[in-house]
């Protein structure tokens, strides 16, 4: 039997970065799913969003790109080497920020303590405009509701099943979702990607037809407030090990004194702006 | 175990040896069975003990509709429903198999058979020597190098009437996207959106059919009925007992006589969306005429201007034809893609009306451009032009074992307003 092609999956970077669990495969060749907490199973994905910078780590004869692509969310981190030549090709030209569109697939790396991180391997990228990437973000947002609204009847439920779940009308690709997500993470709070969509659709709308992304026009809302900044930034310090601090701890104690994962990323990306902390590898934040 | 579940295992060694007594057949399987070993296997051991091969032994008569397709070495005792052999490519070159259909009185069921064993259609068989499989979800007798056949002389199924039979398989509800190839015994309802008569040639003889298009909500599928058909287009009809005939991966719904047809009166179907397909709902089956709307994800190897033998029309590598060696090929341009909407994803190739629509170039006036070039430009130029974008195809999608493949006859970009869905989506999230 020969494998299908996987789906590029449409999914916003908080979902995909808040995973913590993967499907890797055993057998030669067959492939590896990241699984998200709204229980997609992605091995291939497809997004869009501002490519706000890019590093080259590799040699002039063996480039090796380094890049961020942020959609009203979070931010995607891609891995470019030499077995991506077309992804390689467009980074060496395109300077940031500009609106693209990438098909990758999952690259994961899990830390001696268990810590999980996400990020892409691209196959493509290519450049989008205004309309297009607000299509995306539409339908990444229908999909992404649908997601939610599986599992949250899954919670609902005592003994879940595609079968129940079908009865309420949700598709078998939810219903999947949100028993695998049942499965895997427990039951969890699900409020954060329900306002991740909200936040992107609103962008589309505010936006009205031109580029304007969280990260990249406004770093920080004003309505967030600099004692909530100092906040983090004090959370940095207290966290801070030798080399830094470990994003998800970070966020765990954020959580604890009810800020939100999306703001915790709008604060990080301002004070990464604005030189307060860095982040020496994926995943660890350092303040200077 | 009670000594009567026994006995039939007992007898089924007896079979399979030689002068045994059967007291101590008895005291040798309960020794196996007090260690602990399964009745099947200790069967198994007895039969090697002894010098006997466990597979020769017959687990006695059985009936089709009994069958799980776990079953090795048994009898039956069926009357052949049609027979036909055709040539399959495998590792070791062309090999004949043999399939066909067999019935008792209990149901029909599929056969096949690669040692050659043609049976002759409407005669009576004791086939001893059977297995069964499972084949594509349903339970296939096997005959294989073992099998021996008997015609017995008085034909103990003369009175058999096959029409009244269940086909292989169960009969199964289904909606028209779910059909596939393999089914045996489904139950439809659909609308007929379109229906003629043909005479074709079967069995050496001219036969009435029916060739028609039905749909419900979910898909539009061709019929073929084998025999009377008093309905009209517009009509909704209830087929139960249909089974699925397949043409370049399409499924396609067959009856006959034995399906039992009903006209029902007071359903509506709205069959309005039964052209848009998710491709999600064509990994497994083609389709004829329907839509897709995906993103254009990825160009493929091969696609852009190429050359054709003008032979046989296949894409030339390198100058050469893999048929007909070395040709002066004849340019032509095609875009091989990739579509995802994000449920499923499927090939599809753009011919070249729509290659020289989307790059407003016709092939005389590309050959002219890039006809000495290594054709990357040209790639690049339509990786600008179709990356990412939105597209509805219209057309067939055929379906192997590579995955599905769309041929679609137009293509247009989709661009779709999207506002308003935003904000009414939105609106529903209030309560988030």
């Not at chain 1, 199973?41 to 380094?66: A, E, I, Q, S």
């Not at chain 1, 990444?140 to 599986?150: G, N």
Request: hydrophobic share 35%.
């Amino acid at each position: 039997m020969v494998r299908g092609r996987e789906t590029a999956q449409r999914l916003f970077a908080v979902e995909y970065n808040s995973s913590r669990f993967e499907d890797r495969a055993i057998e030669e060749n067959a492939p590896n799913y990241v699984i998200t907490p709204l229980g997609s199973h992605v091995n291939r994905l497809f997004f869009m969003g501002v490519l706000m910078n890019k590093t080259n780590t590799g040699t002039g004869d063996l480039p090796n790109f380094k890049a961020e692509v942020r959609d009203p969310t979070g931010t995607f981190y891609l891995y470019a080497g030499q077995y991506q030549p077309q992804p390689l090709a467009v980074l060496s030209h395109l300077e940031p920020p500009a609106l693209v569109g990438v098909v990758g697939k999952v690259r994961t790396f899990t830390k001696e303590d268990g810590t999980f991180y996400s990020s892409v391997k691209p196959e493509s990228i290519f450049k989008v405009d205004v309309p297009q990437r607000d299509r995306w973000v539409l339908e990444t947002s229908r999909f992404t509701l649908e997601r939610i609204k599986a599992y949250e009847d899954v919670l609902e439920m005592e003994e879940p099943s595609l079968e129940l779940l079908a009865e309420k009308g949700h598709p078998t690709r939810a219903g999947e979702c949100a028993l695998d997500a049942l499965r895997h993470y427990g039951r969890s709070e699900v409020k954060a990607y329900a306002d991740a969509v909200k936040i992107a659709l609103m962008a589309v709308v505010e936006g009205n037809g031109r580029p304007v992304e969280i990260g990249n026009a406004e770093p920080v809302k004003e309505d967030i407030g600099e004692d909530v900044k100092a906040t983090v930034l004090s959370i940095i310090k207290e966290l801070s090990g030798e080399r830094g601090a470990l994003y998800r701890d970070i966020m765990k104690e954020c959580e604890a004194r009810s800020i939100d994962k999306i703001t915790l990323e709008e604060i990080i990306q301002a004070l990464l702006d604005e030189g307060q902390v860095y982040e020496p590898t994926i995943g660890l934040i350092k303040s200077i | 175990m009670d000594e009567d579940s026994l006995a039939p295992v007992i007898q089924e060694i007896k079979g399979a040896l030689q002068d045994m007594d059967e007291e101590k057949l008895r005291e040798e399987l309960n020794k196996y069975l007090m260690y602990g070993i399964n009745l099947r296997e200790a069967r198994n051991a007895i039969i090697r003990k002894y010098g006997g091969r466990p597979n020769t032994a017959s687990i006695g008569t059985l009936d089709l509709k009994d069958l799980t397709g776990a079953e090795n070495n048994f009898d039956v005792i069926v009357r052949c429903m049609g027979c036909s052999e055709r040539m399959l490519k495998t590792q070791n070159g062309e090999k004949p198999l043999v399939i066909g259909l067999l019935a008792d009185r209990t149901m029909i069921r599929r056969f096949s058979s690669w040692e050659g064993h043609m049976l002759e259609k409407g005669r009576t068989y004791v086939i001893h020597g059977a297995s069964a499989r499972p084949f594509r979800g349903e339970v296939e007798i096997s005959l294989g190098p073992y099998a021996t056949f008997e015609e017995p002389e008085e034909d103990p199924l003369a009175d058999l009437d096959v029409g009244g039979l269940p086909r292989y398989g169960p009969l199964v509800q289904v909606k028209l996207k779910d059909i596939h190839h393999g089914m045996g015994n489904v139950e439809v309802v659909g609308k007929i959106i379109g229906m003629e008569e043909k005479t074709i040639t079967a069995n050496d003889s001219p036969k009435r059919i029916i060739d028609g298009m039905m749909a419900d909500e979910t898909k539009r599928l061709r019929f073929t009925c084998w025999s009377e058909l008093p309905y009209n287009v517009g009509d909704v009809i209830r087929v139960k007992g249909a089974y699925v005939k397949d043409w370049r991966g399409i499924p396609q719904v067959n009856f006959d006589e034995r399906a039992e047809i009903d006209l029902l009166e007071d359903v509506e179907i709205d069959i309005e969306g039964s052209r848009r397909l998710n491709a999600e709902d064509l990994q497994f089956a083609g389709a004829t005429d329907v839509e897709v709307r995906g993103v254009l994800i990825e160009i493929r190897e091969g696609s852009g201007l190429i050359f054709r033998c003008p032979v046989c029309n296949r894409a030339l590598t390198s100058g050469t034809c893999a048929v007909h060696s070395e040709q002066e090929g004849v340019p032509d341009l095609r875009v091989k893609v990739v579509i995802d909407d994000g449920t499923g994803s499927l090939f599809a190739v753009l011919n070249t009306e729509i290659t020289e629509e989307l790059l407003c170039m016709d092939v005389p006036e590309c050959v002219r451009k890039y006809g000495t070039t290594d054709g990357r430009e040209l790639i690049e130029q339509l990786n600008k032009r179709l990356l990412g974008r939105t597209f509805v195809l219209r057309g067939n999608v055929i379906k192997d074992d590579f995955g599905s493949t769309m041929l679609p006859g137009s293509i247009s970009e989709d661009e779709f307003p999207y506002m308003d869905e935003v904000k009414s989506i939105l609106e529903t999230m209030e309560g988030y």
